[in-house]
């Protein structure tokens, strides 16, 4: 195979002779490389991005002490892609698959020696859309970055009697064509609307924050979203369902943000979404005339103009998005509560409405614990309704904001905004405040202080169903009937797992649910056995 380069001047004979040399010496151990490329030694330096303003570097060769260096242009735009640092494991498919979403991919080299590819794009707009698109959002194979430029080649010339070369365009036209035995993978979709599951849900996620994900592969026309089986969902609508294929197949099984958030994607069967009311459960982006709808607010203006501005959220596709920095925004959205110029810093939470006859800074840590590790509580001295948590971050605070905002502690519905406060200060030496402020930074109850901890796996909104954990052997289903009926409501399922050291009990509604957790989290079981407590998604 040959590839020839246009409209920029080649290397000098010695050099052209240095860097076959080289490329041979590559090859020689490489069986499944049959194919030799003919290209500037530029493209082979593994410099760290593609906009380097480098002016000169190392050619790589590596013959004695000799180390040339070559001056190194920024090469104009290509439908030729030059695609550095791959995995060695990587596949033709996965390399295939970065310009999939960009429009029709030609042809292919991989050069597994050189951890390289050059990938051909059909037109040169969709290479530079590409290109455009990956320098802000570096792309991700088997979570390892790899890097993107442009080609001084202008073209891929192959030589048609190459095995490899002949396998490589079966491949690429099998990705791209109809009825291929890899279109069971890459069909034809069925429909523009995607059904969207999120898994692991540790942060917010919004309409918004789909919006701007789903919409780099394609025009998004109509979003819905809703809770179902005590997990977040949403419907997703393209204006073509080529779109949707796309998006399917870059973001299926990949995370919004690191290590939570999952992206479960599939077809829907619907072909059209009808939406009534633009807010924030629901917008059709084709009608910006639609109402709000009642008891729902549209998207604060303040939210939204910290979303359009922040880009972060978009992260690294395909791979792991990057953690959250507009957070603040996007908690709020999803709390419904607007950012009153707060940027987000603070982990400190306010707590209105609280009931001040039962409330207690230890009934407020248990709760508010479920979703990060409580360092400080303070009820207010002068305002007895009111609190004041300090979670451990940011990230925390506006997590359990989210789930607990609107949700009914004690027979009241709490509301939980963003505290302008940035710490939870304790009293005075010597101060009586009536134990109404609590210092929990060391207490052995944190559920999140352990890197790595299931516990990030399994976080869920408030729900009538309660998982239990580390149930001593000798306590029976009747045990725990009675044991949570005492706390005023009423179990309407049980269902031991089969170790019997966990299980599922349903409440008759979200609020004792709530009030059981709070009872009995942490309950001595006996035998200095406590009893483990939290908010399952499943249904019994």
Not at 3 to 29: F, N, S, Y
Not at 169 to 182: E, F, G, Y
Not at 392 to 419: C, E, F, P, W
Request: glycine share 6%; net charge neutral.
């Amino acid at each position: 195979m040959c590839v020839r380069a246009q409209g920029k001047q080649l290397p000098t004979e010695r050099e052209r002779e240095r860097i076959h040399c080289e490329i041979a010496t590559e090859m020689d151990g490489i069986s499944d490389v049959a194919v030799g490329v003919k290209r500037r030694s530029d493209e082979l330096s593994m410099y760290n991005t593609p906009n380097s303003d480098m002016s000169s570097m190392s050619d790589g060769t590596s013959n004695g002490s000799e180390s040339k260096k070559l001056k190194v242009e920024e090469a104009p735009p290509s439908r030729v892609l030059h695609i550095r640092k791959l995995p060695i494991e990587a596949s033709d498919a996965e390399v295939i698959a970065l310009g999939l979403p960009f429009g029709k991919v030609t042809n292919i080299l991989i050069l597994k020696g050189k951890n390289q590819a050059f990938l051909e794009m059909g037109t040169e707009e969709a290479a530079v859309t590409m290109v455009n698109y990956y320098t802000t959002v570096p792309p991700l194979i088997r979570s390892v970055p790899v890097y993107i430029q442009f080609s001084t080649h202008k073209e891929l010339k192959t030589d048609a009697s190459s095995q490899r070369t002949q396998a490589v365009l079966q491949a690429v036209s099998a990705v791209q064509a109809p009825n291929s035995d890899v279109q069971e993978v890459l069909n034809v979709a069925p429909s523009p609307v995607l059904r969207i599951i999120i898994d692991n849900l540790f942060y917010p996620v919004t309409l918004d924050v789909l919006q701007q994900i789903f919409s780099k592969f394609g025009t998004v026309m109509k979003i819905i979203t809703f809770t179902k089986n005590n997990q977040f969902q949403a419907l997703l609508q393209y204006s073509d369902p080529a779109h949707a294929q796309h998006a399917k197949l870059a973001l299926d099984g990949q995370n919004i943000y690191n290590s939570c958030c999952t992206l479960r994607i599939d077809f829907s069967k619907m072909v059209n979404l009808n939406v009534k009311y633009n807010n924030d459960k629901s917008r059709d982006y084709t009608r910006p005339e639609l109402p709000a709808g009642d008891g729902q607010p549209s998207l604060d203006p303040m939210v939204a103009a910290a979303l359009s501005k922040d880009s972060s959220l978009l992260g690294k596709i395909p791979g792991a998005l990057n953690p959250l920095s507009a957070a603040a925004a996007v908690a709020a959205a999803a709390g419904r509560v607007a950012l009153s110029g707060q940027t987000g810093s603070s982990g400190v939470l306010l707590v209105s409405n609280l009931n001040e006859e039962m409330v207690t800074p230890q009934s407020l840590f248990t709760l508010f614990g479920v979703y990060g590790d409580i360092q400080r509580v303070k009820i207010l001295y002068n305002k007895k309704d009111s609190a004041l948590i300090q979670m451990s971050d940011s990230n925390q605070a506006q997590l359990a904001m989210s789930h607990l905002n609107g949700q009914k502690m004690y027979g009241k519905i709490i509301r939980v905004t963003l505290s302008k406060h940035q710490t939870v200060a304790l009293p005075r030496d010597g101060l009586d405040d009536q134990g109404l402020t609590k210092d929990y930074a060391n207490s052995p109850l944190h559920r999140f202080k352990k890197p790595g901890s299931k516990n990030f796996q399994n976080i869920f909104p408030p729900s009538a169903t309660l998982h239990l954990s580390n149930i001593p052997q000798t306590v029976t289903e009747e045990d725990l009937q009675l044991l949570f009926s005492n706390t005023g409501g009423t179990v309407k399922a049980f269902k031991f797992f089969q170790d019997h050291k966990m299980a599922l009990i349903q409440m008759s509604t979200v609020e004792e649910a709530i009030q059981a957790l709070i009872d009995l989290h942490n309950y001595n079981m006996g035998g200095n056995q406590h009893l483990r407590v939290s908010f399952s998604k499943s249904t019994i």
